[in-house]
């Protein structure tokens, strides 16, 4: 009889209450969630920071790349043109 009274009880609750309830079975949550994420050790903070400077050479290196291709490309247009028009 007591769950059919907390049942009842809970089906009253208004949206702000049920929300209420939400925001703070989630918190402990959140919490441990954020305390687990930090990386404590000098060798993991080295290990991000080299994932991270290994992804912005790479994003470069695309980067340069594509250049590079871009101009071989309009190098072989303009030499193509000037063989068109003197030959």
């Given at each position: 009889?007591?769950?059919?009274?907390q049942?009842?009880?809970?089906?009253?609750?208004?949206?702000?209450?049920?929300?209420?309830?939400?925001?703070?079975?989630?918190?402990?949550?959140?919490?441990?969630?954020?305390?687990?994420?930090?990386?404590?050790s000098?060798?993991?903070?080295?290990?991000?920071?080299?994932?991270?400077?290994?992804?912005?050479?790479?994003?470069?290196?695309k980067?340069?790349?594509?250049?590079?291709?871009?101009?071989?490309?309009?190098?072989?247009?303009?030499?193509?043109?000037?063989?068109?028009?003197?030959?």
């Open positions: 009889m007591d769950n059919k009274q049942d009842e009880q809970q089906a009253r609750m208004s949206r702000s209450q049920y929300r209420q309830q939400q925001r703070q079975t989630e918190q402990p949550n959140e919490a441990a969630e954020n305390t687990t994420d930090r990386p404590y000098r060798k993991a903070v080295a290990s991000q920071r080299h994932d991270e400077t290994v992804a912005e050479k790479t994003a470069r290196l980067r340069r790349l594509n250049i590079a291709i871009i101009a071989l490309i309009v190098a072989i247009i303009i030499v193509y043109l000037i063989l068109f028009y003197v030959g």
